[in-house]
T-cell receptor
Framework: RKEVEQDPGPFNVPEGATVAFNCTYS??????FFWYRQDCRKEPKLLMS???SGNEDGRFTAQLNRASQYISLLIRDSKLSDSATYLC???????????FGSGTRLLVRP | DAGVTQSPTHLIKTRGQQVTLRCSPK?????VSWYQQALGQGPQFIFQ???????QRGNFPDRFSGHQFPNYSSELNVNALLLGDSALYLC???????????FGSGTRLTVV
């Protein structure tokens, strides 16, 4: 079983739509959680950290469910510029490495 | 303020050869991590360097080695290249885990 699992997509949505991505992780010792965004042939960039109480950054909302070992990302009012691959990332408290999922691809169409 | 810089941006090598990739961390960062990203996959952790020592290593063979210099820059060396080593190699720097990691734009290695 992969340490971090994501639906690869692609999710193909119209501009203005709301879209949600889910991610599950296998190690209950995971302590830090992130969503990164990666554009085609570019480096990953931190989109937002995910906190236990849930957090919001503009059109983006992240949620964490430790009991179910589940992380989500909600994007409201999708823009064409949101088209990218979204990577779910976890970090164990005892480790320095980031554990990446394979990513979920989002395509926002006009 | 320069971010993380990597060189070269692209590289083509022949199977069996050796390659060295370079990374300069973001100003103020003292820790460098290296990741391998195969097509369609998420980045996989190779190792992390701190205070010129390898602090943690992922599940990569000994063909992958590295070094960190006193100015915090780092090199990744891969010996006896295999076709399967073809990937995007990413360098990430940080000051501490809580502050997050900044990635460079990567070196795209093709082994033929």
């Amino acid at each position: 079983r992969k340490e971090v699992e994501q639906d690869p997509g692609p999710f193909n949505v119209p501009e203005g739509a709301t879209v949600a991505f889910n991610c599950t992780y296998s190690n209950s010792a995971s302590q830090s959680f992130f969503w990164y965004r990666q554009d085609c042939r570019k480096e990953p960039k931190l989109l937002m950290s995910v906190y236990s109480s849930g957090n919001e950054d503009g059109r983006f909302t992240a949620q964490l469910n430790r009991a179910s070992q589940y992380i989500s990302l909600l994007i409201r009012d999708s823009k064409l510029s949101d088209s990218a691959t979204y990577l779910c990332v976890v970090n164990l408290d005892s480790s320095y490495k980031l554990i990446f999922g394979s990513g979920t691809r989002l395509l926002v169409r006009p | 303020d320069a971010g993380v810089t990597q060189s070269p941006t692209h590289l083509i090598k022949t199977r069996g050869q050796q390659v060295t990739l370079r990374c300069s961390p973001k100003s103020g960062h003292d820790t460098v991590s290296w990741y391998q990203q195969a097509l369609g996959q998420g980045p996989q952790f190779i190792f992390q360097y701190y205070e010129e020592e390898e602090r943690q290593r992922g599940n990569f063979p000994d063909r992958f080695s590295g070094h960190q210099f006193p100015n915090y820059s780092s090199e990744l060396n891969v010996n006896a290249l295999l076709l399967g080593d073809s990937a995007l190699y990413l360098c990430a720097s940080s000051f501490d885990r809580a502050s997050g990691y900044t990635f460079g734009s990567g070196t795209r290695l093709t082994v033929v």
